[in-house]
């Protein structure tokens, strides 16, 4: 993507870590950063962009987020190994949280593994080593299923909605029309961004290991649902590839997945035990229906409803 971005006529790539953000009456005007050589430049524009990730220092200095980090992905490229469906990512339902390989050349398999917690295993000292030898390695065999991520997408969704936003405009020092487009920019990624992050992240907490008997039912449930086939795993998949991302169909197959669970353990003789079982199994959808509120229910489901809706140019037909 740098490659390409590069040689288009109008783009000029700088590389370097930027280290601060220079602010004129509360409008970012210059940036700070180091070359690969040391180097202390500055770079000035009309408009500046900051999209390093959820530890952002610069983003602190622009607002307030709160990041919950439950646990931390560790990489590892395994070398002429091979993964029972090529060219298709692979999520192993381990204890405690999922094991991502997938595909990254003709030779290499990437591994992605999750450590719960907020520190992760000393390099040096052997830690990592030991734990991906323990607790890792001897979970990964005859335990597979197709999956994909979603964070990419979200950023390339996004990448597309503001060039369509900003396309239109000529001269971005004006900072009024700037904010009034960048408010529409947040109200049409919002179906789409908060559909797959939540999905994501509800997924996350489903197929991780609990003691939990209610989410082990849900864990069961969705895993067989998605191995129903046809509708039943095309859904989600278009869901977590951006290629159908409507809020509408999240909340039903979530609740398809709930149903679908209370099914299997209600017949064909439901007992009390398994009936309250079910309750709390429903009750994980309605979770998902909370964050979806939380997020703004005219943007998610009505977004037509938002007067920034109407801010946004037309899009050019073949685009």
Request: include cysteine.
């Amino acid at each position: 993507m740098r490659e390409k971005t590069a040689s288009l006529p109008n783009v000029t790539l700088e590389q370097g870590t930027v280290t601060s953000l220079l602010e004129v009456k509360g409008t970012v005007k210059e940036v700070q950063y180091k070359t690969k050589s040391g180097q202390e430049s500055t770079a000035y524009a009309p408009l500046t962009i900051v999209c390093d990730g959820c530890f952002s220092n610069l983003g602190r200095s622009l607002c307030n987020p709160k990041v919950d980090v439950p646990s931390c992905f560790v990489g590892l490229v395994l070398e002429n190994c091979q993964i029972p469906f090529a060219n298709h990512r692979h999520v192993i339902l381990a204890d405690p949280s999922p094991i991502l390989f997938y595909q990254i050349s003709s030779t290499e398999i990437r591994c992605l593994v999750d450590v719960p917690g907020q520190k992760v295993p000393s390099i040096s000292s052997g830690e990592m080593a030991q734990y991906l030898k323990t607790v890792v390695a001897p979970q990964t065999f005859n335990m597979r299923h197709p999956l994909t991520g979603g964070g990419m997408t979200v950023a390339l969704s996004d990448i597309v909605i503001l060039g369509d936003l900003l396309r239109p405009l000529r001269d971005l020092n004006d900072a009024s029309a700037l904010c009034r487009y960048l408010e529409t920019f947040n109200t049409l990624r919002k179906p789409v961004a908060s559909t797959i992050n939540t999905l994501a992240g509800s997924l996350y907490k489903v197929f991780c290991a609990s003691t939990d008997q209610a989410r082990q039912e849900m864990r069961r449930a969705c895993f067989y649902y998605l191995s129903l086939g046809g509708i039943f795993s095309n859904g989600p998949i278009s869901l977590l590839s951006g290629l159908n991302p409507r809020p509408l169909i999240l909340l039903l197959h979530f609740f398809a997945v709930a149903i679908y669970g209370v099914g299997r353990l209600c017949l064909p003789f439901p007992s009390p035990k398994r009936v309250w079982l079910g309750v709390r199994l429903i009750s994980g959808p309605s979770g998902i229906i909370f964050l979806i509120i939380k997020a703004g229910v005219r943007q998610m489901f009505f977004p037509v409803m938002v007067p920034a809706y109407y801010r946004a140019p037309p899009r050019v037909l073949g685009y």
